[in-house]
């Protein structure tokens, strides 16, 4: 019986057809290097897409017996793809990352040495933005300074999805965290444990096209600070309570002018504006409201984080949706 410790590599997978083998290459050949010092495996999680990435990991499964998959039957997204990795596997180590090459499979062996140390969370931060869209860049970082300021927990610029946990903290998220808005890179942070953070470099992608546009960056934003953060209600009520002082002085100040001065104000400017002005920040307060008001109506629905269609390479008795 070997005494090496298990690690299952855990990829999400969404059309990404054009680099698939590539990237499963490169990792393999890196894992390769210390396979005499960790028994390793590989689960690819893949959404439903429109390409043939299913019939190329299925091909690659069959060659190579130590790569699961788990093909899920719609499109759930990628932190749902990570929970369901995270709930099929059981190895000492696992280790999160994607596979478009943004995270670098040279990169394992320094996660594993921290694992090692008895660190029990590593996560990574890119030193330098991932590709060349500055709009993408702006939005990311307005991101982490807006997480900061309002959050209850603390990110890191440039925190990524590519990270290592262990079996004890992937239990946690197994049996005890079932939100079903998972804000990952939050809830790594928030259980605590021992942490470390590596630095890498990331790249822009050689192979495909990023999944990630600017509007699904805005709707993951949206997702971390609802998760984390009650203090957009709370400003809320303070701008409101605050706008209803500036109101009550201006109907004072009307009223003075009507009864008392000479001058009869027509006041038709200062009504458009402020109808204009009132109207807006009620329905900015309003999709507040209803953001965190959707975020509770999806977890009183109480449907599963996911479902699965198929898999591969999977022990039966495994096989559970959640």
Known sequence: MSNKKTVTILSPVYNESEGIEYFYKALKQEIKKISTLYDFSILFIADKGSDDTFSKLEEIAEEDNSVSLIFLSSRFGHQMSLVAGIDHSYSDAIIMMDCDMQHPPELIPELLKSFDEGYEIVYTIRNSPKDNNYLKILGSNSFYKLMSMIGEIQLAPGEADFRLISNKVAEVFRTQIRERNQFLRGLFNWVGYKRKAIYFDSFPREIGKSKYNFSRMISFAFQGIVSFSK?????????????????????????????????????????????????????????????????????????????????????QNDSINK
């Open 231 to 315: 203090k957009p209600l709370q400003y809320a009520i303070f701008i409101g309570l605050s706008l209803s002082v500036l109101s009550l002085v201006l109907i004072l100040y009307l009223i003075h002018a009507y009864f008392i001065s000479e001058e009869i104000v027509s006041g038709f400017t200062t009504i458009a504006v402020l109808v204009s002005f009132f109207g807006g920040i009620n329905l900015l307060f309003l999709g507040i409201i209803g953001e965190y008001i959707g975020s509770i109506f999806d977890e009183v629905k109480s449907r599963p984080l996911y479902l699965v269609e198929k898999f591969v390479n999977i022990k």
